[in-house]
């Protein structure tokens, strides 16, 4: 089965300054996808961005982007001129391109924005 | 807003009792999922549904069933609570047909066996 491994339980960043958070996963399959949410302390799950392993290039949504090795099995998540807003909890995903079910998750990494 | 309703959103109960969580889509999508969330795990997937009277185990399926009678509504049952299901949990829907569609979350239930 696939696993997703977030290395890092805690992480911060002062505010307007840059964090990188890691994700690796394994896998046997070559077509995936590859999801960041972020939980702030309100419990809900909001989609950051998202990435076709078919896709060289790496997604970007304004401040959130991605840095996705395919050979490393590695889907960082680069957060740019951080805000306090964006202290949450940061889940990496994993989904098969073949099983309705397959969507797995990683442990998480807490994010804390100084002021 | 992809219009997903859990209820309720905290629940106490004893050990050994019956409990049951709904989760209620406005959209008609057709898939839907339950997940439980705990600490250093992450989310994990209890069961899912794909149509109507149509599901499947997850990761942690034990302890748990679920059904679907109309598209709208997916109950995820505990038929006697213990302890290590207190947990958060997520009823999510995916919104589209293909693989890269993310899910969408509902705001998760607490549910505390006593």
């Known amino acids: 089965a696939q696993t997703v491994t977030q290395s890092q339980p805690e992480m911060s960043v002062q505010e307007a300054e840059t964090v990188t958070l890691s994700c690796t996963y394994d896998?046997?399959?070559?077509?995936?996808?590859l999801f960041w949410y972020k939980q702030p302390p309100s419990r809900q799950m909001i989609l950051v961005i998202r990435?076709?392993?078919?896709?060289?290039q790496n997604a970007t949504e304004n401040r959130f982007s991605v840095n996705f090795q395919k050979a490393a099995k590695s889907f960082s998540l680069k957060i740019s001129d951080s805000q306090l807003g964006d202290a949450a909890m940061y889940f990496c995903?994993?989904?098969?391109?073949?099983?309705?079910?397959?969507?797995?998750f990683g442990a998480g990494t807490r994010l804390t924005v100084k002021p | 807003d992809a219009g997903i309703t859990q209820s309720p959103r905290h629940k106490v109960t004893e050990t050994g009792t019956p409990v049951t969580l709904r989760c209620h889509q406005t959209?008609?999508?057709?898939?839907m999922y339950w997940y439980r969330q705990d600490p250093g795990h992450g989310l994990r997937l209890i069961h899912y549904?794909?149509?109507?009277?149509?599901?499947d185990k997850g990761e942690v399926s034990d302890g748990y069933s679920v059904s679907r009678s109309k598209t709208e509504d997916f109950l995820l049952t505990l038929e006697s609570a213990t302890s290590s299901q207190t947990s958060v949990y997520f009823c999510?829907?995916?919104?589209?047909?293909?693989?890269?569609?993310?899910?969408?979350f509902g705001n998760g239930t607490r549910l505390t066996v006593t």
């Open positions: 999510a829907i995916r919104t589209g047909s293909s693989y890269n569609s993310p899910l969408h």
């Open positions: 896998t046997s399959e070559s077509d995936y996808y």
């Open positions: 990435q076709e392993a078919y896709k060289q």
């Open positions: 995903a994993y989904r098969s391109a073949r099983l309705d079910n397959d969507m797995r």
């Open positions: 959209e008609n999508h057709r898939y």
């Open positions: 549904s794909y149509g109507v009277k149509d599901t």
